[in-house]
């Protein structure tokens, strides 16, 4: 039996937004254990951006809670917020956000510099990373001498230098042709194969299917959390 | 890391650490030249004109440094002048080791050969003189004090002379006719070399109780007695004795001043001391004013990094970047920017007094302090400039951050 790796309760969000104010999630409860692969949709203004950033630990929410790997994370100060990503989250983003003046394997360090480890190790543990994504000979290029699937390529490897509880995936293949769309979906089952949980926000129906639950958000509620159809329990 | 965003945009860093630069290199330049000055003028202007540990008792001063009013010339002027029996009587009473000479000088012509060599300092001295101004002689010999007491027509030449008026041929032993006396050449001093561009060795010594101090000691009357000590605590207790041996012989009350003048080197380094006085405090400001203008540069090329870079610091701060992070990376590369300025301020003041020393007569001398201080005031800057900057990179928030262009 997987324990509880994620736990919210009545989540609500509220933005002040030219003199209104939205709310972005209106009390939503969500449980994920170790080693699912969800997938967050909806429609937009359903409230899964804020959910992402709040899963994440980018935003605090205004009431409810949250438990992430046993640890109440909902009324943390930015600086312990900042350790709980370093630790325990691994981002991947549309649009990539490598650092475009920095080489593959630096990109990579840069979880392990702000985790204080020394350089020798840092380098050890990057190569490593980036040699499991299949990019191990392509360790000193930039981001703009790498292909687009190559560059998801290496925000999966910075994602996972840190070994984190989550790997967090914002439309991922939003900026991607259908073969390295492909691609990029067979890399995150094969890392769902190995133990990793794994989180997707999408709006694309096909990009969802490769998770094994879905959950459905609509104006900051859930609307409905299914066993994906085509996937084992 | 914070070096490879400089040289990737290295126009832009260029005028972005221009201010620094350019107050460093005053910094190091100003205090260089200062420096290098005042060795010359204490080891070379100074001393040769006056000598090391020397003081002149004199009628008035020779070496005047600020401007002095037609009153005070003529006062002076009207005052007695140091007599044969006054130089006597003075250094009779000194109890401090010291060695003196008698002195007066003219400009009067030497012939030679039928060749004359017109507008020579004639210097009428005794043997310790050559002591006192550090002559050394590079042929033959000084005169005795015997010579000095027979008031023996001979001579010591300076280099210029030997070379020009013998123009080869061995001046030793040789006559110079002097206000239609003949001279026996019996000792060349070493080339002194140029004092701001003046030849030292356009000279020549005779004993001055040799005929043709009727020329240049009429009335037996001496321009100075030169007194020199062994250091600088003897100097100034022989000026001491000095000044009271004179002081009862002009029988002078205790509120009178003195009716003659004792002439140091520091006297003649005061109107140097004012400048180089000026232009130290001129200094600090003109540096202040750089650095305040460099450190504002600085400072706006780091809030339009920060403001380019957002997206970049969205994403450090995703990775766990914490403030202090963020904080300490702008202003490393802040501070890195200034050191740069500040380094190549120091390479450009070190190469501006390098150039001033090759192309006038003016010395300079690098001093170590000053290159310290370049380097400390750029780190200073570019933490001060770039803490600003820095804390606006780290307040920012990530979710913001993130979406920007």
């Known amino acids: ?233 | 890391m914070a070096l490879r965003m400089i040289r990737a945009q290295k126009l832009k860093s260029f005028f972005s650490l221009i201010g620094v630069l350019i107050g460093v290199t005053f910094l190091i330049a100003v205090v260089s030249i200062v420096q290098g000055m005042n060795v010359y003028m204490e080891d070379e202007f100074a001393n040769r004109l006056v000598g090391l540990n020397t003081f002149q008792l004199r009628q008035r001063p020779s070496i005047v440094m600020e401007d002095v009013s037609d009153e005070t010339w003529r006062a002076w002027s009207r005052r007695p002048r140091i007599s044969y029996a006054d130089a006597q009587f003075v250094r009779e009473r000194i109890t401090v080791p010291v060695t003196t000479s008698f002195f007066c000088a003219d400009r009067m012509t030497l012939s030679y050969a039928g060749k004359q060599a017109k507008d020579i300092e004639l210097d009428g001295a005794e043997a310790g003189f050559f002591t006192i101004k550090n002559y050394n002689i590079s042929a033959g010999r000084v005169f005795t004090e015997q010579e000095v007491r027979a008031g023996a027509t001979v001579l010591v030449i300076g280099d210029l002379i030997a070379e020009k008026l013998f123009e080869g041929v061995d001046p030793l032993g040789k006559s110079v006719t002097i206000a239609g006396i003949p001279y026996r050449v019996v000792g060349v001093v070493a080339k002194q070399g140029n004092l701001f561009g003046i030849s030292l060795d356009k000279f020549a010594v005779m004993p001055f109780t040799a005929p043709a101090r009727r020329h240049i000691c009429p009335h037996n009357v001496l321009d100075e007695l030169q007194v020199q000590a062994a250091s600088h605590d003897q100097m100034v207790a022989a000026m001491g004795e000095a000044e009271a041996a004179m002081r009862g012989r002009r029988q002078l009350k205790p509120r009178e001043e003195n009716d003659f003048h004792l002439q140091t080197s520091e006297g003649a380094l005061s109107g140097w001391k004012k400048i180089s006085g000026i232009l130290m405090m001129a200094l600090p400001g003109l540096v202040a004013i750089s650095l305040v203008v460099g450190g504002i540069v600085i400072m706006n090329i780091m809030l339009m990094a920060v403001s380019e870079r957002t997206r970049e610091i969205g994403i450090r701060k995703a990775l766990g970047a914490r403030r202090r992070d963020i904080m300490s990376q702008f202003i490393v590369e802040s501070a890195t920017l200034s050191l740069v300025g500040a380094a190549l301020g120091i390479a450009a003041g070190l190469g501006l007094a390098w150039v001033v020393e090759a192309l006038t007569p003016m010395p300079a001398a690098v001093a170590p302090w000053s290159v310290a201080m370049g380097v400390i005031l750029g780190i200073s800057v570019g933490v001060i400039a770039g803490a600003y900057p820095a804390s606006r990179a780290a307040r920012l928030d990530p979710i913001t951050a993130l979406r920007a262009e």
């Open chain 1, 1 to 233: 039996m997987n324990p509880e790796l994620i736990r919210i309760r009545d989540l609500e969000r509220r933005y002040v937004m030219g003199g209104e104010v939205i709310h972005a999630l209106r009390g939503v409860s969500l449980s994920i254990r170790r080693n699912e692969y969800v997938a967050i949709m909806g429609p937009s203004g359903s409230g899964k951006s804020t959910m992402m950033n709040v899963l994440g630990c980018l935003d605090t929410p205004d009431a409810g809670e949250y438990w992430l790997n046993g640890q109440e994370v909902s009324r943390l100060t930015d600086d312990a917020l900042a350790r709980v990503r370093n630790k325990e989250i691994g981002f991947v983003f549309q649009t990539f956000n490598l650092l475009p003046r920095a080489t593959a394997l630096h990109n990579v360090e840069l979880p392990l510099i702000y985790a204080g480890l020394a350089a020798r190790e840092r380098r050890d543990r990057a190569m490593a990373a980036l040699e499991r994504v299949g990019l191990g000979n392509r360790m000193d290029h930039r981001p703009n001498e790498l292909s687009g699937g190559q560059r998801q390529r290496v925000a999966i490897a910075r994602a996972l230098v840190n070994q984190p509880s989550i790997l967090l995936a914002d439309e991922p293949t939003g900026n991607l042709d259908s073969t390295t769309s492909a691609d990029i979906m067979q890399v995150f089952g094969e890392l769902h194969a190995l133990g990793q949980t794994v989180i997707m926000v999408t709006h694309e129906p096909d990009i969802a299917a490769f998770a094994e639950r879905v959950v459905v958000l609509r104006d900051g509620r859930v609307e409905s959390d299914r066993l994906s159809r085509d996937s084992a329990a």
